[in-house]
């Protein structure tokens, strides 16, 4: 949330262990644009995001995986 987004937007997820994530931003065509890592705890965790300013307006889609590669949630973004 907020979506659509600008220059920030945070992440609401819930863990069942402490694990380090990580977070891909994707363009239509499946390019990855962004990685970033981020330790999460178990129980309810808020990751902040930051997006260059240099992305243009857009769809995106925003990827977590877990340590293991699993895929453990995705969403699309508009970027505005």
């Keep these: 949330y907020p979506n659509p987004v600008r ?3 945070a992440l609401s997820m819930y ?4 694990q380090e994530l990580s ?11 962004l990685t970033q890592s981020r330790k999460v705890f ?8 930051n997006f260059p ?11 977590v995986r877990e340590e293991n590669g699993q895929v453990a949630g995705s969403t699309k973004i508009l970027r505005e």
Excluded: E, F, M
């Design 53 to 63: 300013v240099t992305l243009p307006k857009g769809v995106y889609h925003l990827i």
């Design 15 to 18: 863990s069942s262990t402490q």
């Design 23 to 33: 977070i891909s931003l994707t363009d239509q065509s499946g390019r990855i644009l």
């Design 42 to 49: 178990t129980g309810n965790n808020t990751i902040s995001l």
């Design 7 to 9: 220059d920030q937007a």
